[in-house]
């Protein structure tokens, strides 16, 4: 599967964006979906994962309550809306999908987008 993120920008603390993750094929609907993200100098960290149906969620706690993953299988897409967004959410997020990873925080993903950068300027 291909993946494909979009909707990364600059904004500003307090503001909102979405991003948007694309995917290729047909079986979108068998992959578990999950965002990661990396700031500048730093290892990349999981962000929020969703089940195969959107059902279940799970989000790290420095996301948790301001941060909501979503996704349309009828259009092969999942989403991440973030508000309420701080200077230290500044990363490039990238999303990921594997048909059943180990855990849905540490994965392995086996599949990769080529990430969308998010600044949010304080």
């Known amino acids: 599967v291909q993946l494909q993120a979009s909707g990364g920008g600059l904004v500003q603390a307090g503001g909102s964006l979405r991003l948007s993750c694309a995917a290729s094929?047909?079986?979108?609907?068998?992959?578990?979906m999950a965002w990661f993200r990396q700031a500048p100098g730093k290892e990349r960290e999981f962000v929020a994962a969703?089940?195969?149906?959107?059902?279940?969620?799970y989000y790290a706690d420095s996301v948790k309550g301001r941060f909501t993953i979503s996704r349309d299988n009828a259009k092969n897409t999942v989403y991440l809306q973030m508000n309420s967004l701080k200077p230290e959410d500044t990363a490039v997020y990238y999303c990921a999908a594997d048909r059943t990873p180990s855990s849905w925080y540490d994965g392995p993903y086996d599949y990769w987008g080529q990430g969308a950068l998010v600044t949010v300027s304080s």
């Open positions: 094929g047909r079986t979108f609907g068998a992959y578990v």
């Open positions: 969703i089940s195969r149906s959107g059902g279940l969620t």
